[in-house]
Nanobody
Framework: QLVESGGGFVQAGGSLRLSCVAS????????MAWFRQAPGKEREFVGG????????YYADSVKGRFTISTDNAKNTLYLQMNILKPEDTAVYYC???????????????????WGQGTQVTVSS
């Protein structure tokens, strides 16, 4: 089970940090990712971290502004979002798949576990 938190309302240029807590054991064996879905749009990959921690990829639209990290002791995935823009407004979802290789732009169907999502709204 994945539970996201940290979403909210922020002005353009501001920051938010999302968290995703995973229940169960073996957190370090899971490739984790963040996706987002804006109204009327497809769910898109934001960034991910491979289960070995050796690979991290970001969508071009967030590169340099967002940072993914994990705390294996807390079974938690983070997404630090800085310099937020109105186009970052979306529901953000945490996703996980055990032992999965992480590619630069993975499809959503590569992940079998999903959180319920947390809303991020950025005003101009």
């Amino acid at each position: 089970q994945l539970v996201e938190s940290g979403g909210g309302f922020v002005q353009a240029g501001g920051s938010l940090r999302l968290s995703c807590v995973a229940s169960g054991r073996s957190f370090s064996t899971y490739t984790m990712a963040w996706f987002r879905q804006a109204p009327g749009k497809e769910r898109e990959f934001v960034g991910g971290i491979g289960w070995s921690g050796g690979s991290i990829y970001y969508a071009d639209s967030v590169k340099g502004r967002f940072t993914i990290s994990t705390d294996n002791a807390k079974n938690t995935l983070y997404l630090q979002m800085n310099i937020l823009k109105p186009e970052d407004t979306a529901v953000y979802y945490c996703a996980a798949e055990q032992w999965a290789p992480l590619t630069r732009s993975p499809r959503r169907d590569k992940f079998g576990s999903w959180g319920q999502g947390t809303q991020v709204t950025v005003s101009s």
